[in-house]
């Protein structure tokens, strides 16, 4: 089973990213964790090292991140 | 089974976020076409009237765009 972090903050687009990409995942194939940033902000640096430089973002197990749309900056999220 | 237009222009953020996207949707419930935009310029006013501002992006059949990283502009795709 592949993993994912899905980052959010709470945001219109960020809710709407998440429902929308949710939908599409194969959830027999990838785990999606879902992270509100704004409500957990002991995550934000490990977002950061992911490589996390807004949000809603999509962190795969691989390292790759995928950046949807655009809710708010990293900086945003920490203010 | 829902449908979803993923548009993309050849470029490597574009192939990379192709490659992670289609991991993880599941084929079962949506089926993914791919349009290459510089191959088929043709499209481009689709994708526009669907509110592609920039590729990678997978335009839903519900509407909704989702804008994946950022690998080119329209503008950039049409120049």
Known sequence: MKTATFYHAGCPVCLSAEQELLNLVDSSKVN???VHLGEQPK???KAEKAGVKSVPALVLDNGSVLHINHGASMSEVKG
């Open 43 to 45: 995550w934000i640096p």
């Open 32 to 34: 999606v964790e879902v």
